[in-house]
């Protein structure tokens, strides 16, 4: 935690050193503040002679003397106010200022980080958890380095120099007044563990509760298609309550901090009070004495309290840096060897040797699954919901790393290329196009931001794409909405289609890229997908053999094996799995 905040401030060393001199500032004029007083109560008032350095500061001692100096004293109060107002409005306003850009950092490396996870880290954790960190964890921080640490830097500048203060006034005073310490510090000590506990469970609903938020709102479709409002209001309001639950649990531990710290602060109150007393009775010190020690001892308690109560945000800040760093240093970033190459344009000649793999480790999902695929051949993946097409077709990219075998594009195992440029040769079709908020044109571009119009033109054509684009109010401008939702089905396809036109890569994978659509948009869309397969090397998952029945190999997935191979006639003739689809489909 340390080397993180660390590596947060170190940008910032600039303004954490304007910080600390304008707090020492303000800290030197708050002792200087009451000395105007007492010199004009000591000086002019009184018949004390002004010390010679006073003397020395205000010039033509003489008869005018002491107006001279209760004029000074005047103009001395006003400075030091404005010093000290200038030291507080630097202090507070670049704190601020570094509590925001630190926080600004976080976001933009939690997300930096996140973009470099394999899709593994997205199976293993909730969106909305996530969003949840990225917003409140990071808030907890800023607003504890905005306002607290300043609050931490004075009152630690406080209790020091009221010790020496103290200690020069009375010494024996002010042990009885230090004892109450340790104690106080071992109490802190064990209610921060109970604090950052409860704080723990406090974040951990949190992340449910937005999790809980942002499916119900993402699948509001489905909720009012089904008619679950009441189902999904009622997750949320447990979700809601549990979280009310464990922010009560977590205050009923830190209320106790104040009144504790209060109570220490009577006893030694009462124990400076028995024992001064006891000594002026026994003339060893005198009444003026112990009123001044006892002022003093209120204003060192003060910080004292304040310390003791901001354990509670400590502990908070604490759990948020936890949180963080559990996204930071996972494990998930996708390896890439020093030794990766470049990948030069790819044939398209792709190898599965034994290859085995399992979302979680000990539940297998694909089994020694082997084939190769030409460059420039069609394949299809067929077999049963769930028995592992999308997961075959996600090891290519590496969106997920195999656990066992290999994989080789060219002849040279995927890991041994550079991962952005092995990306970039690999478009995809997937069974349901996500488009981002912003205009046609931005979300075809999605594919190669740096294509031109006509590139964008050309594509849309090539897909099918075009025409309805064309009858848009506003054409190439038209805008779409979040998920795509004011484009049907089949438009989100062919949008999705010019988006892989653009990209043009070598090796092309469709994953069930007419699943969803009616007979009518299906066509549409294959129109546009068979001039996209045209000199490609294809993968294609298909949930209608018609899609497939021109494929140059036939790959017959079931429960994570290749159960069989061949072309549409072999397996037809063979009289398997696939004789079986087949017969189902054409009944
Ligand atoms: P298909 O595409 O053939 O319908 P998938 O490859 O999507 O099948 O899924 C294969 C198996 O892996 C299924 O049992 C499914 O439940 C599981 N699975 C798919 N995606 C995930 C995931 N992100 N996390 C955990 N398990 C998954
Ligand atoms: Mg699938």
Redesign the pocket.
Known sequence: MTRLIGELLRPYRGRLSIILAAMLVQTIMGLVAPWPLKIIIDDVVGDHPAPAWVAWMVPMMGADTKIHLAVAAGIATVAIAVITGIAFYVANYVTESMGQWVANDLRVRIFHRLQLFSLGFF?HNRVGAVLSTIMTDVQTIQSFASVSTLNLITDTFTIFGMVIVMFVLRWDFALIALTVLPFLAVFVFRVNGLIKKATREVRQRQADLTATLQQGLEGIEVVQAFDRQDYEEQRLVSASNETVTAWLKARRVSSLLSPVVGLAVAVCTGLVLWRGSVLVLDGVTTVGTLTVFLAYLAKFFQPVRDVAVMTNSIAQVSVGFERIRSILEADYVVPERPSAIEPPPFRGDIEFVHVAFG??PNVP?LRDISFRIRPGQLVGVV?P???????VVSLVPRFRDTDAGTIRIDGVDICEYQLHPLRRQIGFVLQDTVLFRGSVRENIAFGRPDATEDEIVEAARLANADEFIMRMPDGYDSPVGERGHSLSGGQRQRIGIARAFIRDSPILILDEPTAALDAESEESVMTGLRRLMEGRTVIV?AHRLSTIRDADHILV?KDGVIAEAGSHDELLARGGIYADLHRIQYR
């Open positions: 199976d979302y979680d999902v077999g919901t769930g028995s592992g097409k999308s997961t998952i997935v």
